[in-house]
């Protein structure tokens, strides 16, 4: 059986992972452990919304696990009642493929950073993309390297000053999501730490796909790069920045205008895209934002820059693809069902000989 | 064999005890396969045999060069052997270049079978011969057999309608065919063989065979060759045979631990020579419930079988010395995390990339010591091709048993090289229980502790993601002891690395034996892995000659047997060869403070018989202390 025959899933990411109908809540998805990141850190925004999605997937919390790898962010799995294991640097998408190969009636879920992700651990990151194997990545980006005490990161903008860059940085950035994109991920979306719903709505979609599942969520390190992000959050710049895209919605954002649609919009430019001013446009050049277009996925990535000019947040790509665990798993199913273990028969293979006493 | 020719009086059959015959021609004549089809007639005539594959690194070297030389040598015997052997009986050179690759391994007198038509002057140019050695009389002192195997062969061809280069491809089964009849070896299952490989293409098939045939009478009808050779099938203990190389018994033996054990099999791994054929061999087997993850690299191969472990897979990786350069950090993680996990390491030449397709045993200390921290694991190597079978079903034993990844070290040699090996029956290989935790362990039985310990084993608690109510979380964070939560205590490392290496250290492996037929040899010669067959044969010599030398052979180098010390010091001397510069010898020194002599090679081909014999002479003699 080859991956393509087994066809498209028609499956969600949860399907074979047992169901409570035990009412379970964010305390029950708390473990002892006392949690020891910085006051002020993004990640705790991030685990309060965790805690408080996990429960409401249905799932049985055994059957839920996290997998990171090292830095700050990897951490989390501690601090979850789920099972779960704290790796080494990068190396979290390869476990996480091997366990979530093994094991379909399990919830896999892998925790990582901009280091951890997309420098050691960059490799296993995009060909678990490739492979979409029914996992969840998710990315807590914060432009900098915390647990080693401030040093840039691969998405540190140019020239920033760090600990290891007193002249700036010199080094150019990832664009996470199209980094994911070029890698044929099958599910990108993008999350900013504090904006709870947005963040859930995000992390409830990627639990929904059969696949790879990459997730950006944007946060903030307060000691060694406070405040990365808050052209996004504040009120006076966030809205003229800020991109939310819903499939099959026009792309408009920025303050409302009477009608309460956003005044500005996103249009096509050439093979890419570009933000105008809603009444400066037709209502028909507005692009209507399409999760299964690969083309216009990566154009929307790349309407955001280092200086976070334009940032879209949303999914930007949910398409079904079949994926590496099904097939694996079909193919030895197949043979276990066509053909019964007879050990003996291996060990003796085509020809043997006897000889007598 | 059918043939309408009247046959030559061949009554001149000569008796022989063993016989050592090498392929050698260039990488692109099918010389590897010729060795294998002869290997497997010689083993359903029921010889014991042993074999060496010897080939470049490069698929197809630049055609009729020296390092484009590949060769297979083969040993069979009436009685039992333990080597390929050193020097053959037999060479077949397709080529000039294979010629004068092996002529210096070649004992005057041998027989030499050399393809003429290969043997131009652009051909003996290239490999620096100024004269054609068949004709200027340098090869006086063998018994030199010119056949011109492609012209004979494309004869032979001459109906099948084949292009003149396709019938010539065709030469290496002649070869065979020629070879088969001087030793009167069976030849239904090579006919068998040919038309199953070829089996899309039956052209191709029949003329393999029709070569082959042509190779046969041609022994059979011309006078150029006066005597064929018998060579009995060996007394071996009684049983059912087949033949086998050191990879796919090691396949075999991770098959079998699944099947034993009631494990599902996940073997990640990242192709490398030469462990590679453990990864195709598994691939084939998903029937026994065994999934091949070919990874992105060798972390993602060793990674993905943790993740797999965690799961409560018997989670397996299969790489050569490169790869565990690279799974080191991993396999460091799996000593903390305490999973079962097999690491298998068919070393071959380094440092660095090394020689690929060469074998060598200088992974050990690699393996003892390659790890940051305090980080022991159980070390179990093979000591032939089909022992692999036994040790991997041991190694894959010993990881769950006592949740720790385990490494063994095979070796090249071992890899390619083939032997018969007894099949054991498949109902009464020993079984092994995961175990798996189902409950709560605290002393108040009411939580789960990951890391409360058997008080026998001194293992942890394996408990799989799905079983209710043992949620919890490992790590590469040194662990609370008992309760598993993280700890920085200094006292709780302490104890925690002790609580480790005491693991390792208590498990139970059998005593080494002692092999000193006299009870009084005060020469003690210790091996591990690949070296059992040269030491074993090396002894025999001695022995042959009259003189007294015991053998010890190491399966498990770590822990190392309860008694070893005690023998090392029953002898005066202790003599270790290595195919390395010395580690076995190194940690024995240290650890037992034993004046172990050490003799060491890094050739990438095993010891021969013959140099061991030496080397013991010289220490019995006194030449050496």
Known sequence: MTALELGLPTIGGLHGVPTTSDKQTAKDYTSDQEVRWCPGCGDYAVLAAVRQFLPTLGIRRENTVFVSGIGCSS?????????????IHGRAPAIATGLAVTRPDLSVWVVTGDGDALSIGGNHLIHALRRNVNLKIL?????????????????????????????????????????????????????????RKGLTAVLQAAAEHRGTAFVEIFQDCPIFNDGSFDVLRKADTAPERLIPVVHGEPIRFGPANDEGLGSYAVVREGFGLRVAKAIEVDDSEIVVHDATDHNLAFALSRLSDQDLAHTVIGLFRNVARSTYDDAARAQVQLERENRSPDLQALLNGRDTWSVAD | MTSTDTPVDHSRVVQK????????????????LTGDRFTSETAAFGNDLSTLPNFPAEIRAPAGTLPGVSSFQLHFANYDILTPGDRPDVLVAMNPA???????????????????????????????????PLEDGSLEQYAVYPVAMATLTRGALEDTGLSKKDAERAKNMFALGLLSWMYHRPHESTERFLREKFARRPEIAEANILAFKAGHAYGETTEAFAVTYDVAPAHLAAGTYRQITGNTALAYGIVAAGQV???????????????????????????????TFQAEDEIAGIGASLGAAFGGALGVTTTSGPGVSLKSETISLAVALELPLLVVDVQRGGPSTGLPTKTEQADLLQSMFGRNGEAPLPIIAPRSPADCFAVALEAARIAVTYRTPVLLLSDGSLANGSEPWRVPDAADLPK???????????????????????????????????????????????????????????????RMTRLRAAKIDGIPVPDVEVDDPTGDARLLVVGWGSTYGPIGAGARRVRALGHKVATAHLRHLNPLPGNLGEVLARYESVLI???????????????????????????GLPFKAEELQDLFLDYLSGVHT
Do not use: C
């Not at chain 1, 951490?75 to 790796?87: E, Q």
């Not at chain 2, 294979?98 to 393809?115: E, S, T, W």
């Not at chain 2, 092994?432 to 939580?447: I, L, Q, R």
């Open chain 2, 432 to 494: 092994f229980d995961p175990a798996f935790a189902t409950g709560p362990n605290s002393p108040d039985g009411e939580e789960f502790w990951p890391y409360l310990r058997d008080a026998d084993t001194l293992a942890r608690p394996w408990a799989v993601p799905g079983t209710p109510g043992l949620e919890h979380r490992i790590g590469g964070l040194e662990k609370a002891d008992g309760r598993g939560g993280i700890s920085y205590e200094p006292e709780n490392h302490d």
């Open chain 2, 98 to 132: 294979a010629l004068k690759a092996n002529i210096a391994d070649v004992p005057r007198g041998a027989v030499i079978i050399a393809n003429t038509d290969e043997f131009t002057k652009r051909n003996l140019t290239k490999v620096g011969y100024a004269a054609n």
């Open chain 2, 17 to 32: 005890d063993r016989v050592v015959i090498r392929f050698a021609g260039d990488s692109g004549d099918g010389m590897q």
């Open chain 2, 261 to 291: 054990s009631g494990l599902p099999v996940f073997l990640g791994s990242y192709p490398i020579t030469p462990a590679s054929d453990i990864l195709h061999e598994l691939s084939k087997h998903k029937a026994f419930n065994v999934t």
């Open chain 1, 139 to 195: 990315l807590f980006n914060n432009r900098i390297y915390g647990l080693t005490k401030g040093q840039y990161s691969p998405t540190s903008e140019e020239g920033k000053i760090t600990k290891s860059t007193p002249y700036g940085s010199v080094d150019h950035p990832f664009n996470p999501v199209s980094l994911a994109l070029g890698a044929d991920a099958t599910f990108v979306g993008r999350a900013i730490d504090s904006d």
């Open chain 1, 75 to 87: 951490r989390f799995p501690y601090y979850l009642n789920t099972y779960g294991m704290h790796s």
């Open chain 2, 577 to 603: 060869p290595e195919m390395n510069l010395g580690q076995l010898s190194l940690l024995l020194r240290a650890r037992y403070l034993v004046d172990a002599k050490s003799y060491t090679k890094v050739s």
